[in-house]
Structure formats: structure tokens, C-alpha cells
């Protein structure tokens, strides 16, 4: 079974400073999929990024960058110059080909940037 | 693009009353929208998957007698929580998955319901 690792419970930085949370990963497969998603407050889940397993390629866009490594089943999301508005709680999930794209999510890192 | 919506945001209910919360992908059609259940600063726990046209399908320990679910087009599910009870209180998010085949779930706001 498919399982998805956030070990930082929460993370306290001072703006700009960079963060990176980090994600493990679990599954059997070889076709899988990976996401991140940002909680604010409000509660709404806002879509950041999905990388396929076979796209190791590192992504980068603006300030959010993306590293997975097979190799260690790991999927880590790093903030550059962290903001107040990043505050939020981040979750790491997992979806498997066949399982009707349900994801797996992790337990969540509660990031709070501060001034 | 990829919006989804939920309504209403918020309910307060007595005990023992049935609520209805909608979902709809407002520019997008969704073949697959999914439903999960929220506690205060915990993890999404799915409870139900739907297909439209079909019978959802639930997850072990949900009670589909309870948490009726309908997908009735490709815009919309809602979900009914029958004869609620203090302890169904929680934060109900709803997803839809596009009919392009893209894995990615889009979420809707949230329906933050209290049952007293």
C-alpha cells in the first residue's frame, strides 16, 4: 500500500529565509504521481505542482522549487525567500495508475513565516 | 481555469437534520469528483470516490447510508449528510478530476459544517 511521509510537523522560519519541507514516499508501483498542495487559512487546497515518475527533472517556478529523487523516494519542495503569504499548512500526496487517481496525502507541515 | 466550488461555506445544523453540500466544477467537466473529511489539523481523509452516472464508491468505515453521495452530471455531486450528529461536525472538501485523463485532483473551498 501506497504511504506518504511529512515528518516536519511545523516549521517556523523569519521572512526571506529559505524552507524546505520535505516528503518520502511509499508505493509499488512503477507509474505513479506526485503532488503538493498549499492549505492557507481559509482552508481551500490550492494545486502547486504534479510530477510523474518518470520525470525526474527538477522544476523550479519563481520562488517554489521541486526536487525528486527516485532514489530515495523523496519529492522535497523548497521556498526561497520566504513570505508572510506562504504561511500555510503544505501537503505532500501520492496517487497510484489503477486506483482511480485517489490520493494519498501525507499529515502536513504547518509553515509559519514570520517578520 | 480548473475551478471548483462549494456551497454553502459554512452550516450550522441541529441534530438529527439532513444537509446537503453541493460541488461543481465551473469550468471544467469532471468525470471523477471525490470527497474528503477534515479534522481540525489533521490530514484529508477520503471518504467516497464518484463517477457520474454511477454509484459512488466508498471507503472502508464510511457509512454510505450516511454520507449519501449523487453525481448527477458532469458539474456536480453533492453529498448529504443524513440525520446528523454532533460528532459528523468537520471540514468536507470536495475534488473533481477533468475528463482529459490528468491525474490531478482541484479542490473546492471547503464546507466547514457544526452540528448542535
Known amino acids: 500500500a501506497q504511504k506518504v511521509t511529512q515528518a516536519q510537523t511545523e516549521i517556523s522560519v523569519v521572512e526571506k529565509e529559505d524552507v524546505t519541507l520535505d516528503c518520502v514516499y511509499e508505493t509499488r508501483d512503477t507509474t505513479y504521481y506526485l503532488f503538493w498542495y498549499k492549505q492557507p487559512p481559509s482552508g481551500e487546497l490550492v494545486f502547486l505542482i504534479r510530477r510523474n515518475s518518470f520525470d525526474e527533472q527538477n522544476e523550479i517556478s519563481g520562488r517554489y522549487s521541486w526536487n525528486f529523487q527516485k532514489s530515495t523516494s523523496s519529492f522535497n519542495f523548497t521556498i526561497t525567500a520566504s513570505q508572510v503569504v506562504d504561511s500555510a499548512v503544505y501537503f505532500c500526496a501520492l496517487s497510484e495508475t489503477g486506483t482511480a487517481s485517489k490520493l494519498t496525502f501525507g499529515t502536513g507541515t504547518r509553515l509559519q513565516v514570520t517578520l | 481555469g480548473a475551478v471548483v466550488s462549494q456551497h454553502p461555506s459554512r452550516v450550522i445544523c441541529k441534530s438529527g437534520t439532513s444537509v446537503k453540500i453541493e460541488c461543481r466544477s465551473l469550468d471544467f467537466q469532471a468525470t471523477t469528483m471525490f470527497w474528503y473529511r477534515q479534522f481540525p489539523k489533521q490530514s484529508l481523509m477520503l471518504m467516497a470516490t464518484s463517477n457520474e452516472g454511477s454509484k459512488a464508491t466508498y471507503e472502508q468505515g464510511v457509512e454510505k447510508d450516511k454520507f449519501l453521495i449523487n453525481h448527477a452530471s458532469l458539474t456536480l455531486s453533492t453529498l448529504t449528510v443524513t440525520s446528523a450528529h454532533p460528532e459528523d461536525s468537520s471540514f468536507y472538501i470536495c475534488?473533481?478530476?477533468?475528463?482529459?485523463?490528468?491525474?490531478?485532483?482541484?479542490f473546492g473551498p471547503g464546507t466547514r459544517l457544526t452540528v448542535l
Open positions: 475534488s473533481a478530476r477533468g475528463v482529459r485523463g490528468t491525474d490531478t485532483q482541484y
